[in-house]
């Protein structure tokens, strides 16, 4: 009986699989081609970018299944937006006469 995987070991396999292809094509790039491996050099690198583009689109899935990841910058300005609301909620009047009462007599 296979033994399901969870979605952080999918998603870090993924991740190292990118991590490799794009290796594989950087060293591709750094090759000092012959004239007859020219054609095989972009070919491969063909290959490799497509199955990077694939893999992308993979781990994006993954994120985004596993809840996406939030930023630091984003939850501190949810962060401050929540405190903006409950600092706001705590000043206001809690009855009608205090209410009445900031009303500007003229």
Known sequence: ?????SLE???KEVQDNITALSD????LMQEDPDDKDIERI?????????RLTALKKDLKFLQGVNGGKIDKKKE???QKQQDDIINWVKKMPNSISDIVKTIPKS
């Open 1 to 5: 009986m296979a033994s399901k995987k």
């Open 9 to 11: 070991t999918i998603e």
């Open 24 to 27: 594989k094509y950087l060293a």
């Open 42 to 50: 972009k070919e491969d690198k063909k290959q490799i970018s497509s």
């Open 76 to 78: 501190r300005e949810l």
